[in-house]
């Protein structure tokens, strides 16, 4: 993905694995159910993370929000075609543009606000979405946005346009 660096994107993979593992999941054996704009059910397979990888995610905050990203980054690409095409700044109301391979930052095709969460109830699920949906709807110059929120006890994703 030219807007995201091999070594980032392995490292929100390592955290995705930690994050599915510590609810009980096993890679290869995983479906991801995803809802909302986007439907259907992904196979998640992953490398299985080492003792290292779990020391190194123990902050769950930092972990919950980074693996969600790799899972949010892989439906949407999966589902969409569109990827990663830079990262956004701080306080811009969203994490990612989203774009085809070989579009440039002009033709962004939608902006990506992602959030994580490790263990809820689709109460939480949908009180969460609303707020990151909210959040894109602040910045209605812009193109198109997908706020998605991702839970790893089921494992599930929710995908809402903007």
Known sequence: MRGLSPQLGAAMAQAA?????????EPGTTCLGVRGHVTGSFALDWVPATEQATRTWREDVEATEHGA??????????????????????????DFW????DSLFAQNAARLEVSGIRRGDNAAVGRRLREKAAQLQRYTQRPKGYAVVVEFSRPLAHVEER
């Open 98 to 101: 989203l774009g085809t391979e």
């Open 69 to 94: 990203c790799a899972v949010a980054i892989s439906v949407m690409r999966a589902a969409t075609g569109l990827t990663v095409t830079d990262r956004s700044r701080r306080g811009t109301g969203f």
């Open 17 to 25: 694995a930690v994050c599915l593992e510590e609810q009980g999941h």
